[in-house]
């Protein structure tokens, strides 16, 4: 049957323009900003255009680069981590078992928690003094450790609290995607002689990659543009050990009041993410097929 | 002619309140009728003494018929929520809760209104008000934007705000643990060195508790040692001058406070600091007299009973903080006169002693000199004492404070704290950061 461009127009339409309004609209805004000098609090006719001095501002201060390898070291931290252990959850609970409904619901509540929360929640169980971490580590006459005093340590905190937040998004698409697995196919496996392993690896995984990479993807996103937990349990310290990416632009913007080299951090930010999205596309595009 | 800043104080007070003087009676009891039914927004942080403060409200809507509505947030959260809700042409704000580095910020980018007009205005003065009976140098700190250095008392010097919510600094310490181990109160720093390592090394628990957090955190514990050992941000030519013998001398008594304290200072926020002493965890406090409120409340303390107050240890000079809270009324606000009566209400004499006696921060002499008050909160001898060495240029409020303050400061004496860097590497490798943004602010230094 023919379909008019009319008709793709009017269906497509109202779609496309939420998509620019919410999402073009302000990305646009970001790159206009980066070529003024502007202040929260000021009108905005005050702002200065200062072209391209506030990209190199942001390009030209190291603490930008220092927040750069942090990101891309807490991303690819986190990310690995809640990949492995989301798959290895949802391959052991894609099965019926008696109670799982519970289980299933127990490991998706980390993610339902407002980030502010979360934040708050592992601020105390980090404490030093009376600090859950540290008192079952005492039970295992493991010394109390300063976790949120320590460069490393406040590294290390950050990423626990990532991963517990987040490894229930993995779980909870993966036991999607496995549910969709053709129970014909893997019986086919099975009476050609694959073991577990091979099943698993050889024949499921492949058959969800297209799930795995839009599911990493998301994951890198939201990896690169996390604030709220840092901002509560490190507020980037100590020194600048914790200061991510996302903070240090709203630090720039917010008490450093530079709203334009915020802007240009933003849309290196941007870059960034756009790049490692492509990546992780590439490993498997569910929309290829459908060009 | 020079005046000094409390004679400046003075006459600034008797001016704008003086015109309110020959209104009284009729006028006085119907300054709430025409606001009556009407709303005022409160924007304030979530902390003891605005915890205190909401308790009073439903008082004043009873009152005046006024209705009360509090926007209440994370103290970190303030800023940029007041900076959008005070830029836009109206906003939801009458009435905002600031801290006290913002108000030179505040006044520059023009989004908060001077107080003169609203005490000079008959309809709405409280003839009973008496601004002089407000600490003068908690008036000057939280208020005065406009003076000498742009935040001191002086010629120029408008008021934009009130005091509500403000503090020095004093030493608590463990009566108990002092009388154990036969320890001398610190008065001087020398003494509080030494102190320091006796009671780590035989009090059982952490000497001083203290902030050391990233950002502002560590360098408002850096700048409570700074002042008294006669240091300073910057030189009278705006010089960056924090890396002197002084400013050195001050971090590496942080550094000391670190190792001999509760384990995990440079985690450390104000809450945590708090705790630790409120917990038992440390033997000496030695920051806001906030802290007053709670220490003696068993749901929140375990060292009932057993603190005792001291001045702020004397350095080269003898100094104490000055900081806090304050009220002021947005440029944009849709009831500015309601919200300025709500102000007025809360700073007066009546209520300001309402709120202490909830745990909330004196503002008034005529509060800490209260004989029941003083009764419940014996401290106040010690706290007026300090007040008397208040030093109001304990930082320099400067619009810009806070990006040196967060971004730069912040980061360095935290790596310090860590042992990432020496005290003087610390030091001297933000120099150069703090002197470009104090150039791009216009300083020509």
Request: proline content about 5%.
């Amino acid at each position: 049957m023919r379909v008019s461009r009319w008709t793709t127009a009017i269906y497509l339409g109202p779609a496309v323009l939420v998509m620019a309004a919410a999402c073009l609209y302000p990305v646009l805004t970001a790159f206009q900003l980066a070529g003024f000098k502007w202040e929260m609090g000021t009108p905005w006719d005050s702002a200065q255009w200062v072209g391209l001095d506030n990209f190199a501002a942001a390009f030209g201060n190291e603490q930008v680069w220092s927040s750069l390898w942090t990101t891309l070291l807490f991303a690819g931290v986190c990310v690995a981590a809640e990949m492995v252990l989301g798959i290895a959850l949802a391959l052991a609970l894609e099965h019926p078992v008696r109670g799982m409904a519970i289980f299933r619901t127990i490991f998706i509540l980390p993610m339902m928690i407002a980030p502010i929360a979360v934040g708050l929640a592992w601020r105390y169980m980090f404490d030093a003094q009376f600090g859950l971490i540290n008192a079952v580590l005492g039970l295992f006459n493991i010394k109390a450790m300063t976790w949120l005093a320590d460069p490393t340590l406040a590294f290390v905190a950050i990423v626990i609290a990532d991963i517990w937040q987040w490894t229930p998004f993995v779980f909870i698409m993966m036991l999607a995607a496995l549910a969709s697995v053709d129970g014909a196919v893997m019986e086919a496996a099975r009476i050609d002689g694959a073991n577990w392993w091979q099943q698993i690896f050889l024949v499921k995984l492949p058959m969800v990659m297209h799930v795995i990479a839009i599911t990493l993807m998301m994951r890198l996103i939201d990896a690169f543009r996390v604030l709220e937990v840092v901002y509560v349990l490190t507020f980037g310290g100590p020194g600048n050990s914790t200061e991510i990416l996302a903070l240090h632009i709203y630090k720039t913007a917010f008490v450093g009041q530079q709203m334009g080299v915020a802007a240009a951090v933003s849309v290196l930010l941007l870059v960034v993410v756009a790049g490692l999205s492509w990546a992780a596309l590439r490993l498997s595009n569910p929309m290829k097929d459908d060009a | 002619m020079t005046l000094d800043r409390r004679t400046l104080i003075k006459n600034a007070s008797i001016t704008v309140f003086g015109a309110g003087l020959p209104f009284s009676g009729a006028i006085a009891q119907n300054r709430y009728a025409k606001y009556a039914g009407k709303s005022v927004t409160i924007n304030i942080p979530a902390h003891p003494h605005y915890d205190a403060m909401s308790k009073l409200l439903p008082e004043f809507t009873k009152e005046t018929g006024i209705k009360v509505e509090v926007d209440k947030l994370a103290i970190g959260r303030l800023k940029e929520k007041q900076l959008l809700e005070m830029s836009k042409p109206q906003g939801d704000y009458d009435l905002a809760c600031y801290i006290v580095m913002w108000k030179g910020e505040y006044v520059s980018k023009n989004l908060v209104q001077p107080l003169e007009p609203f005490f000079a205005n008959a309809a709405l003065a409280d003839p009973a008000y008496d601004m002089k009976d407000i600490i003068p140098i908690y008036l000057e700190n939280l208020g005065l934007v406009g003076g000498p250095k742009g935040y001191l008392a002086g010629p120029g010097a408008k008021l934009y705000g009130l005091p509500y919510g403000a503090e020095t600094s004093v030493l608590a310490y463990r009566r108990d643990v002092f009388a154990k181990l036969n320890l001398k109160v610190p008065e001087t720093y020398d003494d509080f060195s030494k102190a320091l390592r006796v009671l780590k090394d035989q009090s059982g628990m952490g000497a001083l508790s203290s902030r050391g957090q990233a950002g502002h955190q560590c360098v408002h514990a850096w700048l409570l040692h700074l002042n008294p050992l006669g240091g300073g941000v910057f030189d009278a030519q705006w010089k960056p001058r924090f890396n002197d013998k002084a400013g050195v001398a001050a971090l590496k008594f942080l550094q000391d406070v670190v190792a001999t304290g509760p384990a995990g200072i440079p985690g450390f926020g104000q809450g945590e600091a708090n705790t630790a002493f409120l917990q038992g965890q440390a033997a000496m406090y030695l920051d806001s007299t906030s802290l007053a409120g709670v220490v003696n409340d068993p749901a929140r303390s375990k060292v009932v009973g057993n603190v005792s107050w001291a001045m702020h240890p004397m350095g080269t000079k003898r100094a104490s903080q000055s900081g806090g809270l304050g009220l002021t009324i947005p440029k944009n606000a849709k009831n500015p006169e309601a919200g300025f009566l709500l102000m007025q209400w809360l700073t007066s004499k009546e209520q300001d002693k309402a709120v202490t006696r909830l745990g909330g921060a004196p503002m008034r002499n005529s509060t800490m000199t209260n004989v029941d008050l003083v009764r419940q909160y014996p401290e106040f001898v010690v706290f007026k004492e300090a007040l008397k060495y208040s030093n109001p240029d304990w930082r320099p409020i400067i619009p810009v404070w806070d990006r040196i303050n967060v971004q730069a400061l912040g980061v360095g004496i935290s790596d310090a704290l860590t042992g990432k860097k020496s005290a003087e590497d610390a030091l001297n490798g933000m120099v150069p950061q703090v002197t470009q943004i104090m150039r791009e602010a216009g300083y020509k230094i």
